[in-house]
């Protein structure tokens, strides 16, 4: 029979390895539980940043830039614009390559949405920060700026194509288009241009209010770009009903044209 003395010395030693085993599993749960913070927090972060721009643009970017530019480009996806016709085809893919262009110029940050025949359809497809060429030698930044606007390019153009909704149905909700171009969250707390790439043959969604003031100009490009062409008095016409419909959202600065992006030309109301 122990004593008790060494009834008592036993308890202890009992107590202690009891405590002990509880203080390594609170220091793993601990430490599982930071671990989960960290990497809930990074996705967070990761998010906001962006996750949809591609790892060969954010290699050549500079990520301490802050942009006072945000540059939001719908695209329409229906095959009335952007369907198998080389023209239509090339006419879009030169338009997404100018825009990028000039994001990469301006070192903005640069939204590109593609939607479809309904509201629901619109993806963003690229999410970019920041467009700002990170360098350190003046002499070889032009040959830097080049190739981040090849790469940058190839990347969006590859994101646009992929991106296309699936069109259930016939016809397009541009309205949709700048429903989504309005919901996007703000790259930055500079101005905020917005750009749509349709040839306005659209869903009667018309009466649908889109608040569009938060934009600094709204510029929508390729209006009529169809095959068989309308023709130009018709072109016209759909131009000025999509340039007042704008007006009407709130929209400041608005271009609308059946020609591409770099015509910036008004059409009256």
Not at 7 to 21: D, F, N, W
Not at 35 to 48: D, F, H, P, Q, R
Not at 225 to 238: H, Y
Request: net charge positive; with cysteine.
């Amino acid at each position: 029979m122990k004593s008790g003395n060494a009834q008592l010395q036993t308890q202890r030693e009992h107590s202690g390895q009891t405590a002990g085993k509880l203080n390594a599993l609170l220091v793993a749960f601990l430490t599982l539980f930071g671990w989960l913070l960290v990497a809930c927090g990074t996705t967070e972060m990761t998010s906001a940043t962006g996750t949809r721009c591609s790892d060969a643009v954010q290699q050549l970017v500079d990520p301490k830039v802050i942009p006072d530019l945000e540059i939001s480009l719908a695209v329409d996806g229906s095959g009335s614009f952007m369907g198998d016709r080389r023209a239509s085809r090339a006419f879009v893919a030169q338009q997404v390559a100018l825009t990028v262009e000039d994001a990469v110029d301006k070192g903005a940050a640069l939204r590109v949405i593609v939607f479809g025949g309904s509201a629901g359809s619109a993806r963003t497809v690229v999410e970019c920060p920041v467009m700002a060429l990170r360098y350190h030698n003046e002499a070889a930044r032009p040959a830097k700026l080049a190739y981040l606007k090849q790469v940058a390019r190839d990347q969006v153009w590859l994101a646009v194509r992929n991106g296309r909704p699936p069109m259930v149905r016939p016809g397009t909700s541009v309205v949709g288009g700048y429903i989504a171009l309005a919901d996007a969250t703000p790259l930055t707390a500079g101005r905020r241009e917005a750009l749509m790439l349709s040839d306005g043959i659209a869903l009667p969604e018309t009466v649908l209010a889109v608040d569009l003031s938060n934009f600094s100009s709204i510029g929508m490009y390729g209006v009529g770009q169809t095959e068989p062409p309308p023709s130009s008095p018709e072109v016209d016409r759909l131009a000025r009903s999509w340039h007042a419909w704008l007006i009407k959202q709130g929209a400041r600065q608005v271009v609308v044209s059946s020609q591409g992006y770099s015509s910036r030309r008004e059409v009256a109301p």
